[in-house]
């Protein structure tokens, strides 16, 4: 795990990003923010957990920015339902 670079690690240390590779084939995460962005109102979270008839190099969720758009979005629909 050493060779994973600091801006990549999301301030997890070694034995912490050991445990998640372990235990998770992918992890997608965003806040849910307010409706003005002011604060943080939870945290969107989707997790593979396993990799079974997967290849490591093969996404479950799909094309890396269609994942994070849709998961901005669901965050922004669950921001204003939390908020009401």
């Known amino acids: 795990m050493a060779d994973i670079p600091q801006d990549q690690r ?3 240390e070694d034995d912490e990003l050991t445990m ?3 235990n998770y084939y992918e992890s ?3 806040p849910i ?3 003005d962005g002011s604060k ?3 945290i969107l979270a989707v997790d593979i ?6 290849s490591h190099e093969q996404s ?6 269609i994942q994070q ?3 901005t979005s669901a965050a922004a629909v669950l921001g204003r339902a939390i908020e009401r």
């Not at 479950?60 to 920015?65: F, Y």
Request: no cysteine.
């Open 60 to 65: 479950v969720l799909g094309d890396a920015q």
């Open 49 to 54: 957990p396993y990799r079974d008839g997967f």
């Open 33 to 35: 923010m307010s409706a």
């Open 40 to 42: 943080v109102l939870g």
């Open 20 to 22: 998640m590779v372990k």
């Open 28 to 30: 997608l995460a965003t």
């Open 69 to 71: 758009n849709l998961l």
């Open 10 to 12: 999301f301030g997890f």
